[in-house]
């Protein structure tokens, strides 16, 4: 049953996304471009700006608000559609999308599943998806974010993937030791390329199989909230 907390959270939290996606990114761009920037720089930070204040603080949100997974999926897919469609009519949104991927698209999409199956397999608590996909909003855009620092561009860094770890690895501590080897595990598969998969998949991907193998044959190594 979903109710009017709920659906009242969806529709403010909804709003916020896309508020952050198509008015607050959208001016810190034209900020680093008169500022001197270049405009793949300037893309890429509102990239990981937009992983912290959608993807990051919504996932924060999810364990105080809902009671399923309904209605968090239900957003995901919607905003999976609402940026795909722009590389679909090719009409970028150009301060943060660019033609090459679609790796926002697979944030949504992946943002949505983790969460559901955490809450499915652990049987009710949120925080064993929530987790990495905090891995993948936060950590990852902390690993960007020291990149594009140091090289202007995007490009692998153990120094970024060592930034990731300072905060994946304490956060992984809200499920136990198995959430804090699943933040080392996602700091370190996060600077190896595979292919067509990209890290929005690859991070909270695998540090969510690592959570799950500890439910099921360590489970001492793990911390359950409900």
């Not at 659906?7 to 198509?22: D, H, K, R």
Request: hydrophobic content about 55%; overall charge positive; proline content about 4%.
């Amino acid at each position: 049953m979903i109710s009017a907390k709920e659906l009242v959270a969806t529709i403010v939290l909804l709003s916020w996304v896309i508020f952050v996606v198509s008015y607050v990114t959208k001016r810190l761009y034209e900020i680093m471009r008169r500022r001197g920037l270049k405009h793949n720089v300037a893309v890429y930070y509102n990239r990981k700006i937009i992983h912290i204040l959608a993807g990051g603080l919504c996932a924060i949100i999810v364990p105080f608000i809902y009671d399923t997974p309904i209605l968090p999926s239900v957003m995901a897919m919607l905003l999976s559609v609402f940026t795909y469609i722009p590389h679909r009519t090719k009409r970028l949104m150009y301060w943060f999308q660019t033609e090459e991927n679609t790796y926002e698209v697979s944030f949504c999409i992946m943002w949505g599943i983790i969460i559901t199956m955490g809450w499915l397999i652990s049987g009710g608590d949120f925080w064993f998806g929530v987790v990495p996909i905090l891995f993948m909003s936060i950590g990852d855009a902390i690993t960007g974010v020291v990149r594009n620092k140091l090289y202007k561009r995007r490009n692998k860094s153990w120094w970024g993937n060592l930034a990731m770890a300072i905060f994946s690895i304490p956060t992984g501590g809200i499920l136990g030791t198995a959430g804090m080897i699943a933040g080392a595990i996602a700091s370190i598969i996060e600077h190896f390329e595979f292919g067509p998969v990209d890290d929005n998949v690859m991070v909270p991907l695998a540090s969510f199989i690592t959570i799950v193998l500890a439910k099921y044959y360590a489970p001492w190594l793990l911390i359950m909230r409900i």
